[in-house]
């Protein structure tokens, strides 16, 4: 297929495309190896399958790159304990993490008696108090019921804990970020309505 393109770039071997097209066509596509040549801004492209659908410049026929960000999950990290006698089996009761709920801050966990504790996020602030008798597991309210920013599991502790020694762990949202860049050669005449379209595909688990 042939499309034209504002620069000659943009577009390589393994490029992932969406094709579009007014009618409400759309597919995607892969560049095969070795599958662009350029004549001038013109992009001659063979794809490792080929498309489904014809689409003709009279329906406005969009080509576009892909930016495949792949599965973005929560993580927790960091985990440190400052205790004379308390443990905490991390390894075996890891932080559980949610991929809605769960958000970037670096936590606190402050006991307050031997089996009974704060948790608070430097960003989040306070999320509750809780008990080493039962899991921990504070709600994310901007995202509803059954979305939390973490579980801590009763079955991790161990030893004897006082009031004041802590935990301290980070989480991270699922997330990746993406850079728009729009570069402008010099000597270009200005341009009304210069605008861009951003599509955003996801599918949740």
Same mark, same amino acid.
């Given at each position: ?73 929560? @993580? =927790?990290? #960091? $985990?440190?304990?400052?205790? %004379?006698? &308390?443990?905490?089996?991390?390894? +075996? ?59 801590? @599991? =009763?079955? #991790? $502790?161990?030893?004897?804990? %006082?009031? &004041?020694?802590?935990?301290?762990? +980070? ?35």
């Amino acid at each position: 297929m042939e499309a034209t393109f504002d620069a000659a770039t943009g577009i390589y071997a393994g490029s992932v495309l969406r094709l579009s097209d007014s009618s409400g066509g759309e597919e995607f596509l892969t560049v095969d190896t070795g599958g662009v040549s350029w004549n001038g801004n013109v992009a001659t492209i063979t794809c490792t399958s080929g498309a489904r659908s014809t689409y003709p410049a009279s329906q406005n026929s969009l080509v576009c790159g892909v930016v495949d960000l792949g599965d973005l999950v929560a @993580s =927790a990290s #960091g $985990w440190a304990e400052s205790s %004379a006698a &308390g443990t905490y089996d991390e390894a +075996t009761y890891s932080v559980t993490v949610n991929n809605k709920g769960t958000v970037s801050d670096s936590w606190t966990l402050t006991f307050t008696g031997a089996t009974t504790f704060t948790v608070s996020g430097a960003n989040t602030g306070s999320v509750g108090s809780g008990s080493t008798a039962s899991a921990f597991q504070p709600i994310n309210a901007s995202e509803g019921s059954g979305n939390y920013y973490f579980e801590i @599991s =009763a079955a #991790g $502790w161990g030893g004897t804990w %006082a009031v &004041g020694e802590t935990i301290t762990f +980070t989480t991270t949202h699922a997330c990746a970020g993406i850079w728009v860049k729009e570069t402008v050669p010099a000597g270009c005449s200005a341009k009304t309505s210069n605008l861009m379209t951003l599509k955003l595909y996801g599918e949740g688990s």
